[in-house]
């Protein structure tokens, strides 16, 4: 009994690759749109949610209570640095702080800018009361060379400006002293901070300074940061605070993290949807090209039979044909996605009104061995077809299991 001659098996697969333009070079680009589309739809909602959870942690508040017409701008403010300016009476502020649960609160000013000497575009300056604040204070203490004096300002990453610059906001100088770390929150990352005590100066100058007057009255504030009592639940104070103070409302980052959901519903359905419409085109495309796959092999499986290769030999080269063009094509479709999607994340974030930010290497290797995962199974339920096909042809019946078998008359 004869031996069968051994064959380079990564040598065909790859010859067979590269002698079949015309078929593999379209199956290349719908295993990379499928990977590409469940490769970003995953990109952007983990991107949001690290956004979004490092913004909300820096700000450090379990609620933030705003104005019930002014529900929507305040989740603008924090999620894509919009600037407005509204106000309340901080009357309530004392009945906030008795709320039950409530540990510390602090009150903000919003106050959107017309222009800025720093931006192409207005920014928001938040003003904050240094005697309760627990966001900018808790940076300063992390920052011991840093002060915040009469007329400082601290800025954003996204406001184009250094330490030791000066900005000029309603005919009112201030002084940079500091610059926040990115977060993707653009709320935080397009704002500039300021004492209350000098928002109060710089709107009293503002009449005969500035083009605009800025009017900011005493007693007045657009939002409070609240800050619950360990083992409290936030959802019960806040809605505790609403039934104590008619009027308002309270944002919450689990509120912001829905929001963001939202906003990116339609992408992400819409990029999920085009996974499955090019898996379907996928399997037709297998389909269809089935017959010209068994119509290929049939002279280049006797041809191989003759030479006593086996059948599992045949179905092993079949199965990595496939594979590879899977594989190749996924990899193709993510690292493009990948490359896109780094390359445009700002015009996404404005686009999309969402916090963003490059994920972090862990999650986004997930998404990307996930999208790989999901693109393989897809190849593989494609080539079920191809593969019936040929077991099926007389080529591969006249194959023994050892060696070549008899020519079928």
């Given at each position: 009994?004869?031996?069968a001659?051994?064959?380079?098996f990564f ?5 067979n690759?590269?002698n ?6 379209p199956?290349l680009?719908v295993?990379?749109?499928?990977a590409?589309s469940l490769?970003s739809?995953q ?11 490092k ?15 002014y529900?929507?701008?305040?989740e603008?403010?924090l999620l894509?640095g ?9 009357t ?16 903000q ?6 222009s800025?000497s ?7 300056l ?8 627990f966001?900018?204070?808790?940076w300063?203490r992390d ?11 601290i800025?954003g990453?996204?406001v184009?400006?250094?330490v ?7 005919g ?6 500091g610059?926040l770390?990115p977060?993707?929150?653009?709320g935080?990352?397009s704002?500039a901070f300021?004492r ?14 500035a083009?605009q007057?800025?009017?900011l009255?005493?007693g007045?504030?657009s939002?409070?940061l ?10 019960a104070?806040?809605?505790a605070?609403e039934?104590?103070i008619p ?7 689990t509120g912001?993290l829905g929001t963001v959901?939202?906003?990116l519903a339609?992408?992400t ?8 419409a090019v898996?379907v085109?996928?399997?037709l ?5 089935s ?15 003759a030479l006593g290769?086996?059948?599992t ?9 496939t ?10 479709g ?5 490359f896109l ?6 015009f996404?974030?404005l686009?999309?009104?969402v916090?963003?930010?490059?994920p972090?290497?862990?999650?986004l290797l ?11 199974v897809?190849g593989?339920?494609a080539?079920v077809?191809?593969t ?7 080529a591969?019946?006249a ?11």
């Amino acid at each position: 009994m004869s031996r069968a001659p051994k064959f380079n098996f990564f040598r065909l697969v790859s010859r067979n690759l590269k002698n079949r333009p015309y078929r593999n070079i379209p199956t290349l680009l719908v295993f990379a749109v499928i990977a590409a589309s469940l490769f970003s739809a995953q990109y952007l909602l983990i991107g949001s949610e690290q956004s979004l959870d490092k913004g909300t942690r820096w700000i450090g508040a379990d609620l933030m209570v705003v104005p019930r017409e002014y529900n929507a701008a305040g989740e603008n403010i924090l999620l894509t640095g919009e600037p407005t300016t509204f106000l309340f009476a901080d009357t309530d502020f004392g009945k906030i702080i008795g709320v039950p649960g409530v540990m510390t609160a602090t009150p903000q000013i919003y106050i959107g800018t017309l222009s800025a000497s720093c931006c192409s575009v207005p920014l928001q300056l938040v003003a904050f009361d240094p005697e309760t604040d627990f966001a900018i204070t808790s940076w300063l203490r992390d920052n011991p060379g840093i002060v915040l004096g009469k007329d400082d300002i601290i800025i954003g990453s996204g406001v184009e400006a250094g330490v030791g610059s000066d900005l000029m906001f309603y005919g009112h100088p201030f002084h940079v002293v500091g610059v926040l770390a990115p977060t993707g929150m653009r709320g935080v990352d397009s704002a500039a901070f300021i004492r209350i005590q000098d928002a109060y100066v710089m709107a009293d100058e503002s009449g005969e300074k500035a083009v605009q007057t800025l009017t900011l009255p005493r007693g007045m504030v657009s939002a409070v940061l609240v800050k619950v009592e360990p083992g409290s639940s936030p959802f019960a104070v806040g809605h505790a605070i609403e039934e104590e103070i008619p009027g308002v409302r309270i944002i919450t980052p689990t509120g912001l993290l829905g929001t963001v959901t939202g906003h990116l519903a339609n992408v992400t359905r819409l990029l999920y949807d085009s996974a499955i419409a090019v898996t379907v085109i996928a399997i037709l495309l297998a389909g269809v090209t089935s017959i010209i796959v068994a119509h290929e092999l049939r002279k280049e499986i006797s041809v191989l039979g003759a030479l006593g290769v086996t059948r599992t030999f045949i179905l092993r080269l079949l199965l990595a044909e496939t594979f590879s063009l899977s594989v190749l094509g996924s990899l193709i479709g993510i690292v493009v996605a990948g490359f896109l999607l780094v390359a445009f994340h700002d015009f996404i974030a404005l686009t999309l009104r969402v916090p963003f930010v490059i994920p972090s290497f862990g999650p986004l290797l997930l998404a990307a061995g996930s999208a790989l995962l999901l693109s393989v199974v897809i190849g593989g339920v494609a080539s079920v077809y191809p593969t019936i096909r040929v077991i099926r042809s007389e080529a591969y019946q006249a194959i023994g299991n050892g060696g070549p078998g008899p020519a079928r008359t």
